[in-house]
């Protein structure tokens, strides 16, 4: 009996890890449509492996993170991105950082990562940062949690959530930004909301954030800049 028992459990074990491990892997690009032509050029779920053959240490080497940003822009920051469209080491590895460089006063604005969590460690400067939740129940606000930053202080922004940074010094601020994607994407709210190419009807929008149409054409006509 104790022998059958045993067996059985192996069984609903086995089944289980193979159901565990059935599914689809996370995307590392916005989308992959899908061909029918087998001849149509192949893009695949992140990127194509080099042959090993000819990999060399430059695969896995960049360098630049030591100079500043240009945070002379309208929000006053600038984001260097290190991942693996720009470092191919990357691929595969799930990994890749950034370095957030701010004016006094600059903000990196509320955005989202569709691919990644990200942790972030100040280097320099004192920053607000902050993240919101996902939609609550009916009758319930997103909640807000926000922190001021120091020199060496870290704090995560869950992936998918929208969140930001504001330097509250007088003084430029510094950041290193980590996350568990080699491609995290980013949307920044703003840009997406009221920046896109062909833009979202005003109608819609207007509805959405409940204000005249007016204003709607009028933040749609601001120059939305991209500060990755």
């Known amino acids: 009996m104790a022998l059958k028992s045993f067996v059985l459990i192996i069984a609903i074990l086995a089944v289980v890890t193979s159901i565990s491990r059935a599914f689809d892997p996370s995307p590392l690009q916005d989308f992959c449509v899908a061909v029918n032509d ?6 695949v779920n992140g990127k194509v ?3 090993p053959k000819i990999v060399t240490a ?15 822009n309208n929000v006053g920051s600038a984001v260097t991105i290190v991942n693996v469209n720009n470092l191919p080491g990357l691929n595969t590895l799930g990994i890749s950082l950034a370095r957030i460089d701010y004016a006094p006063y600059g903000v990196n604005p509320p955005h989202t990562h569709p691919r990644g969590t ?14 919101v939740l996902s939609n609550p129940g009916p ?5 807000l949690f926000t922190k001021i930053l120091h020199p060496g202080d870290v704090f995560v922004f869950p992936i998918g959530l929208i969140h930001f940074q504001f330097n509250v010094g007088k003084t430029k601020a510094i950041a290193l930004a980590g996350f568990n ?3 995290q994407g980013v949307i920044t709210i703003a840009n997406a909301v009221f920046g896109s190419d062909p833009p979202i009807n005003d109608d819609i929008l207007a509805k959405a954030f409940q ?3 007016k204003v709607v054409d009028y933040i749609q006509s601001q120059f939305w800049w991209d500060n990755n």
């Not at 087998?38 to 893009?43: E, G, L």
């Not at 009758?139 to 909640?143: G, I």
């Open 58 to 72: 430059d695969d896995f080497f960049k360098s630049g993170l030591n100079v500043a940003g240009n945070t002379s």
């Open 181 to 183: 994607s080699q491609n």
């Open 49 to 51: 492996c080099k042959d």
């Open 139 to 143: 009758n319930m606000k997103n909640k």
């Open 118 to 131: 990200e942790v972030l460690t100040v280097l320099e400067g004192t920053l607000y940062v902050g993240f």
């Open 211 to 213: 204000v005249d149409k």
């Open 38 to 43: 087998s001849m149509t050029t192949v893009f």
